[in-house]
C-alpha cells in the first residue's frame, strides 16, 4: 500500500492559483499513474486530471483544460496540480489517487486515495 499525502490547498480568490502537491510513500509510485479527483459539497466525486507513470501523457476533464496543470516527479515521488484561473465552481475536497495501471487513472482502478485537501474559491 502507498501513502499519499496532499498539501497546497486553501481559500483564493476568483481568478487566483493554487498549487497542490502528493507526496507518496512506497516504491510502487513511479510505476504508477497518478490522477486528481475532487468532490464539492453535495456531488459526486469527479475526475480531475490525470498522469501516466512516466509523465509523458496527461488528460483532463473538460471543465479545467487549458486552466489545470498536472505535472510529477518521481524523484521526489510527488504529483503536483498547478491551478490557474480558479472560479468558484472549482470549490471542492480535492483527492490525490493512484491507480493500479500504468497509464489510466479512472476511479475502478484506483489503488490508493489521498485524505484530501480543501480548495475554496471565493468570488
Known amino acids: 500500500q502507498v501513502q499519499l499525502v496532499e498539501s497546497g490547498g486553501g481559500l483564493v480568490q476568483a481568478g487566483g492559483s493554487l498549487r497542490l502537491s502528493c507526496a507518496a510513500s512506497g516504491r510502487t509510485f513511479s510505476g504508477s499513474a497518478m490522477g486528481w479527483f475532487r468532490q464539492a459539497p453535495g456531488k459526486e466525486r469527479e475526475f480531475v486530471a490525470a498522469i501516466t507513470w512516466s509523465g509523458g501523457a496527461t488528460s483532463y476533464a473538460d471543465s479545467v483544460k487549458g486552466r489545470f496543470t498536472i505535472s510529477r516527479d518521481n524523484t521526489r515521488n510527488t504529483v503536483y496540480l498547478q491551478m490557474n484561473s480558479l472560479k468558484p465552481e472549482d470549490t471542492a475536497l480535492y483527492y490525490c489517487?493512484?491507480?493500479?495501471?500504468?497509464?489510466?487513472?479512472?476511479?475502478?482502478?484506483?489503488?490508493?486515495w489521498g485524505q484530501g485537501t480543501q480548495v475554496t474559491v471565493s468570488s
Open positions: 489517487a493512484r491507480s493500479r495501471d500504468t497509464r489510466n487513472v479512472y476511479e475502478a482502478l484506483v489503488a490508493d
